[in-house]
C-alpha cells in the first residue's frame, strides 16, 4: 500500500472497534442502474486505486448493486483482509436480513463486513417493526458475520424506538451531512447515546448546492489553507467528530482528499461555517422521504 505522509485518523465506536474517519464510497457516482452481473471494470480500477492510495474504509451497499465490484477489487488490491474496513448496507431484502448479509458476503468474496447497516428506516410501519429488525442485525453481530452494526437515515424517532429494546447501541447512524444539512438534534441525540455519526455527501456544499451563503468562506479557507473546497469541507467533518465518505474516479482528485488528514480548522472557523450553513437548507439524497423541512 502507498504511504501516506499523514495517516487517516480513526474514530473509536461505542463496541470498542474503531473506523477509520475518511472514506471511499462505492455508491452515488457509481451506483448502476443495470445488471449486477455486468461488471463495471473502471469501478475496479476505482477501488483499487483507492486502496493503493490509502483509503482503508471501503462504503457499499446492496442497494448500489456494486459489491461484485467491490470484492473483486479487495481481492486484486492484494491488501490484507484485516487492514481493511468493509462497510455493507440492507434494504432491498430486509425482510431476511441474514441471507441478505450471506449474499452480499459472497459478492463481497469475504468471510465477514467490519460494519453492516440498515439501509433507512422506511421500511417499518412501527415501532415494534424497527425493533424486531434490529434484533435480528444484534443476532447477525453475535454470529460474527458482522463485527459492528449500525443504521442509515434514522432521525431520533427511529433510534429511540430501537433503543427501547435494543440489546447493542447502534454503533453509528450514516447520514446526509455537510453545512446545508446539519442536523443539530439528531446529532445531540448521538452524543448522549454514544453513536457516531458517519457523513454521505460531504462535499455537497461545495458542490452540488452553489451558489449559497457559505461560498465565500469557503472560498477564504480554500486559500488559507492551500487546498481545495472538498478538503475543507471534509475537514469539517473529521474536526467534529464525523466521518466523512467521499467518492471520485479521478486518483489526482483522491490523492488530493487525503490532504484533509493534514491541517485542521480552528473553532472559530468551524462554528462560522456552521452558522453559515444554517442559512440554506438543502437536501441531495432521498428527498421523497424526509419533510421539506428535516433541520432537525
Not at 24 to 35: C, L, N, P, S, V
Not at 254 to 263: E, I
Amino acid at each position: 500500500m502507498a504511504k501516506i505522509h499523514t495517516p487517516i485518523p480513526n474514530l473509536k465506536l461505542n463496541d470498542g472497534t474503531s473506523m477509520p474517519m475518511l472514506a471511499y464510497g462505492t455508491g452515488t457516482a457509481w451506483y448502476k442502474k443495470g445488471d449486477e452481473s455486468v461488471i463495471d471494470n473502471a469501478l475496479v480500477e476505482g477501488i483499487k486505486t483507492a486502496i493503493n492510495l490509502g483509503y482503508t474504509h471501503l462504503d457499499g451497499a446492496e442497494v448500489y448493486k456494486t459489491e461484485p465490484e467491490l470484492g473483486i477489487a479487495i481481492k486484486e488490491s492484494g491488501v490484507p483482509r484485516e487492514k481493511l474496513y468493509v462497510v455493507t448496507k440492507v434494504i432491498v431484502n430486509i425482510s431476511d436480513i441474514e441471507n441478505a448479509l450471506k449474499t452480499s458476503l459472497k459478492k463481497l468474496q469475504l468471510d465477514y463486513v467490519d460494519l453492516y447497516l440498515i439501509h433507512a428506516p422506511f421500511f417499518a410501519k412501527s415501532d415494534e417493526e424497527l425493533q424486531c429488525t434490529w434484533a435480528t442485525m444484534e443476532a447477525l453481530q453475535k454470529s460474527g458475520l458482522a463485527k459492528s452494526i449500525g443504521v442509515s437515515n434514522y432521525l431520533p424517532q427511529h433510534l429511540e424506538a430501537v433503543l427501547k429494546t435494543a440489546k447493542v447501541t447502534p454503533a453509528c447512524n450514516q447520514i446526509e451531512f455537510h453545512p446545508y444539512l446539519q442536523h443539530p438534534a439528531l446529532l445531540d441525540f448521538h452524543k448522549k447515546h454514544g453513536i457516531a455519526t458517519t457523513a454521505y455527501g460531504p462535499l455537497t456544499a461545495a458542490t452540488k448546492a452553489k451558489p449559497g451563503p457559505a461560498d465565500d468562506f469557503l472560498a477564504a479557507l480554500s486559500k488559507k489553507y492551500a487546498v481545495s473546497e472538498g478538503e475543507i469541507s471534509l475537514r469539517w467533518c473529521i474536526d467534529q467528530d464525523i466521518v466523512a465518505i467521499t467518492t471520485s474516479s479521478k486518483e489526482q482528485r483522491l490523492s488530493d482528499y487525503l490532504r484533509a488528514a493534514t491541517f485542521k480548522l480552528t473553532p472559530a472557523e468551524i462554528k462560522q461555517l456552521n452558522e453559515l450553513g444554517q442559512q440554506k437548507h438543502f437536501r441531495g439524497f432521498w428527498q421523497d422521504k424526509f419533510d421539506k423541512d428535516d433541520r432537525s
